[in-house]
């Protein structure tokens, strides 16, 4: 038997056995374990589930009683979820945290029959929130003090020298009275010899001016150090063992627009040893570290960071969770009003600063916070996390008065949110929870993340209810799932021939993207791809498929075509395609590159499709006639052929009429889009009257499961050597 698997598994889902992320442990009344699945066995570091053990054993002594108090309020009300976060049992760090729901699940009479705890790793999060209260203690009991800028940055260099531990060493130089930098601080290094050293703004270690963190590797140390006097290079190599150095992650701290000092943290045997997250937490440290060089009242400005996002100034979930409690609870005891928390998650805010990086990012979302705040109540809070807003609304006389706020923020956010971004349009998609009397703030934030995470285009708004817990309990299973499948190459791609309908000749092969789940069957590409791209994937599952559509166009001698996705449409994907064809051994006539009428007239993709048109890609418009754009806009494009949705064919029937509005409608398009001179394509061909209908009205090519159905390569390699 599976270790995995006992006997109350019968009545359990199965992703609960395949998921690797979400953690599902049964108990009986009585607190004994009674199944544990794989995700659970694997985060303990177990081979066999403990069945019949008491499953607070499995729980830190100090954390036990507040475990008991869950579980009596889950068994007040069964089938209701009651939410805690603990530490992981005997784990190397105290930052190995999950958080868990409880609840009581009855038996065919009603009565509680077992516990069915289920609960995932916040490890990640609870580290940099950890992170952040270490550094501002630390920081905040030095300006108990009188503090010099050296002792102040002595300070920092200790502490993220004990927050980043692949760091091996580590030193501070410091911009002195005289414009030059001064090592104050090392670790692992001879501070006197260092001392010795300055720099002037211009030299080496200033690291080419760079503003964020970096990580610089043997080659570029030997450059700056080559251009150092002979004295100052001995002792940097001696002293500072700067030759031996792999990676060195730099950071500098930045004050009134210019460095005052640099924190170095190094490590001598490995290029790759610091990761995205040490690099974050050096960030934040330096930031900390300016403010104080910079602010007098410093004690103030530490508040403001523990309860605000340093970037934008707003409210964080810290202060967003606090506010929530005590609106909350002053409800229960003297307010007779409703609260609700909303979720608004705008998705061209990510769109653009995949397009303008950081920096154009800030400064979107600063200009939507703005338009909230003016939609907004003054006593309402508004908060941001990581990639979304959470308003706060208090004072509701009726659950319906949420929806002219509702409406405000639409209109708020109808318009581009800057000159010049006309093509990304800012409209939200909403996530509402409504308070009910026995709410808490966690469960409020839940619910609301819930509802935006349903929320299936901009301009929706979704309601929280129940049956959306065991959505977002299914998108996180189908979430871990695809990232294992990208991660271990078990997408696959289906190719379906695009033909001339008179002789049926092959014009060119589609690749399309599947998905073949070893318990589930094949996930629809309508599900899984929009998740992709929501998750940042579809730059790597794209540039695999572009490579494996080179390599089966250069092996079969006939041109495939490829879906690009909206993340895609960077200044970089021409030279990547290009990297791809070299490698394939094929030119720019062996791929196709299909694009939707909307990625299509985004502003920064427009450059990018013209510049893959002058390269010699073909690139066909798919859905033509679908969208919303004008004649004007499509004649922008750089493309050779359109594409006719199957909802054309569609509304025709299984036997079309050439008299029907419909007919008439598909000729129309038909019409447009060679008076652009472009080829048309029509798709979803399945019936051979369809495909008479269409070679009596004049068109020429088709694609459908009339026509060929999508299959593997290797049967298209089988019906090629046939052909030939």
């Known amino acids: 038997m599976d270790p ?256 005052r000092a640099y924190l170095y943290l190094d490590h001598f045997e490995r290029s790759d040893a610091f990761d995205a997250l040490d690099m974050q937490h050096l960030e934040a440290l330096a930031y900390y570290v300016a403010l104080m060089l910079q602010e007098s009242d410093l004690q103030r400005q530490l508040l403001h960071l523990r309860y605000h996002d340093p970037q934008t100034g707003l409210a964080n979930l810290r202060l967003l969770l606090e506010r929530l409690g005590r609106r909350l609870a002053t409800r229960r005891r003297q307010d007779a009003t409703h609260l609700a928390l909303l979720a608004v998650r705008i998705p061209a805010l990510e769109r653009l600063q995949e397009l303008y990086g950081p920096l154009g990012g800030i400064t979107a979302i600063q200009t939507a916070a703005r338009r909230i705040l003016e939609a907004i109540r003054s006593d309402d809070l508004l908060a941001w996390d990581l990639r979304q807003f959470w308003l706060l609304l208090g004072g509701l006389a009726r659950p319906e008065d949420v929806w002219p706020i509702v409406e405000r923020l639409r209109q708020a956010l109808s318009s581009p949110l800057l000159p010049g971004w006309e093509g990304y349009a800012s409209t939200p998609m909403l996530g509402v929870a409504l308070a009910a009397p026995e709410s808490n703030p966690e469960d409020l934030l839940q619910q609301a993340e819930a509802a935006v995470s349903q929320a299936s285009r901009p301009g929706t708004v979704v309601f929280f209810d129940p049956a959306l817990r065991e959505a977002l309990q299914e998108e996180r299973w189908l979430n871990e799932a695809l990232r294992q499948a990208i991660s271990l190459r078990r997408l696959v791609l289906y190719f379906q021939p695009v033909v001339e309908l008179s002789s049926r000749r092959l014009l060119h092969l589609e690749a399309l993207l599947r998905w073949p789940h070893p318990e589930r069957g094949f996930i629809p590409p309508a599900l899984f791809i929009p998740l992709a791209e929501r998750q940042g994937w579809m730059g790597e599952l794209g540039d695999w498929v572009i490579a494996e559509a080179a390599r089966k166009a250069a092996g079969w001698g006939i041109p495939v075509a490829v879906n690009l996705s909206a993340s895609q449409l960077t200044p970089a994907l021409p030279q990547a395609i290009a990297a791809r064809c070299r490698e394939a051994g094929i030119g720019p006539e062996g791929l196709i590159l299909e694009i939707t009428e909307s990625q299509a007239l985004e502003p920064a993709a427009l450059e990018v499709l013209q510049a893959l048109a002058e390269e010699g890609y073909a690139l066909h418009l798919d859905d033509f006639g679908s969208g919303y754009s004008s004649l004007e806009q499509i004649t922008r494009l750089p493309i050779r052929a359109v594409k006719l949705g199957q909802g054309f064919l569609s509304s025709l029937g299984k036997d079309p009429r050439p008299e029907s509005p419909p007919a008439r409608v598909l000729t129309a398009v038909k019409g447009m889009g060679e008076g652009l001179g472009l080829e048309v394509i029509v798709e979803g061909i399945e019936t051979k009257a369809q495909h008479r209908y269409l070679l009596a009205q004049g068109f020429r090519f088709g694609q459908g499961y009339l026509l060929g159905r999508p299959v593997e390569a290797r049967f298209i390699a089988r019906r090629l050597r046939q052909r030939g």
């Open 4 to 259: 995995g698997v006992s006997r109350p598994a019968a009545h359990l889902s199965l992703p609960c056995e395949v998921t690797h992320s979400i953690f599902v442990v049964r108990t009986d009344l009585e607190g004994r374990i009674t199944y544990a699945n794989r995700a659970y066995l694997s985060y303990m570091g177990w081979e066999q589930p403990p069945l019949g053990a008491d499953a607070l054993e499995q729980v830190e002594p100090d954390e036990r009683p507040r475990v008991l108090e869950a579980v009596r309020q889950a068994l007040s009300r069964p089938g209701q979820p009651v939410w805690l976060e603990f530490g992981k049992p005997r784990a190397a760090t105290a930052w190995s945290r999950s958080r868990w729901e409880f609840v009581v699940v009855c038996d065919a009479l009603g009565q509680p029959a077992e516990v069915q705890c289920t609960g995932y790793d916040i490890s990640d999060a609870y580290r940099q929130e950890r992170f952040r209260e270490e550094v501002t203690a630390l920081l905040a009991r030095a300006l108990q003090q009188e503090t010099s800028p050296a002792a102040l940055l002595r300070r920092a260099l200790a502490a993220a020298m004990g927050t980043v531990p692949v760091a091996q060493a580590g030193s501070v130089t410091l911009k002195g009275p005289d414009g030059r930098f001064h090592f104050v601080a090392a670790q692992g290094y001879d501070l006197a010899a260092l001392s010795k050293v300055s720099l002037d703004p211009s030299e080496p270690l200033s690291l080419s001016r760079h503003i964020r963190a970096r990580v610089f590797g043997p080659a570029d140390l030997a450059s700056f150090n080559a251009r150092l006097d002979p004295k100052r290079r001995e002792i940097l190599e001696t002293a500072g063992c700067s030759n031996r150095i792999q990676a060195m992650l730099s950071v500098p701290v930045v004050v009134a627009g210019e460095p």
